[in-house]
């Protein structure tokens, strides 16, 4: 079986758990080579004890990504919920530095319309550094949906459409225990970013298409 190379591209520390953790933890049993990058630390934009606040985040994902199999990661510094405010140029620069060291074939990343602005910018920065050029290695772009950022976005704005499911039915498990590393992250039912709320959403995608347990993906681009 051929490895694949794949790179998630996601905002801030627990996104990738949240929108294709179960996905990621299917790849690198596969044997696959996953990468993660992350645009922003997910807490200057807080306030008080921002730099414990930081530390904490930074301990947490480092637990979350071993237990999805996770080695290759790199951390970029752009202000959180404040991606708007820099150049979509230098943006763009970071992933292609990524995607120039991973070579990836398959991306993963954010919805366009999320309501987060880092998510709209970071998806907007993926698909410019991800020009189909010939010598491009990516092939294959899927968007992964943010409870609390991809259902919350305006009723004027286009509206998550699944149409690539991941039977992850025996790494919702997987899925989980990541999770549970971000715990500070999570919030009381019945609010979206909860873990109920959750494996319900994970319940929901995998029951429209005869599935246990799935996660969602809207098809950006596939090249074969």
């Not at 996601?10 to 953790?21: F, K, L, Q, R, T």
């Not at 306030?47 to 080695?71: F, M, P, Y």
């Not at 410019?128 to 919350?152: D, G, H, M, N, Y």
Request: hydrophobic share 40%; charged share 25%.
């Amino acid at each position: 079986m051929n490895q694949k190379s794949i790179l998630v591209v996601a905002s801030h520390p627990d996104d990738e758990v949240i929108g294709c953790g179960g996905t990621i933890a299917m790849h690198t049993a596969a044997g696959d080579q996953v990468a993660v990058i992350f645009m922003t630390n997910g807490e200057s934009s807080r306030g008080e004890a921002v730099s414990a606040n930081i530390t904490s985040r930074n301990k947490d994902c480092e637990e979350a990504l071993k237990v999805l199999g996770i080695k290759n990661v790199m951390k970029f510094d752009y202000p959180d919920n404040m991606m708007d405010q820099v150049p979509l140029l230098d943006v763009t620069k970071s992933i292609e530095i990524a995607i120039d060291k991973f070579k990836p074939s398959i991306i993963y990343t954010h919805f366009s319309e999320d309501l987060n602005v880092d998510h709209r910018i970071t998806h907007q920065a993926v698909i410019t550094a991800c020009r189909p050029q010939s010598w491009s290695p990516v092939k294959s772009i899927f968007l992964f949906e943010v409870l609390s950022a991809t259902e919350w976005n305006s009723n004027s704005k286009s509206k998550f459409n699944p149409n690539k499911f991941v039977d992850i039915s025996d790494f919702w498990s997987t899925k989980l225990l990541a999770l549970n590393k971000y715990s500070k992250e999570l919030r009381p039912f019945p609010h979206s970013r909860n873990i109920k709320t959750i494996e319900a959403l994970s319940i929901y995608r995998g029951a429209t298409v005869g599935l246990n347990q799935a996660e969602a993906f809207q098809v950006e681009r596939i090249i074969e």
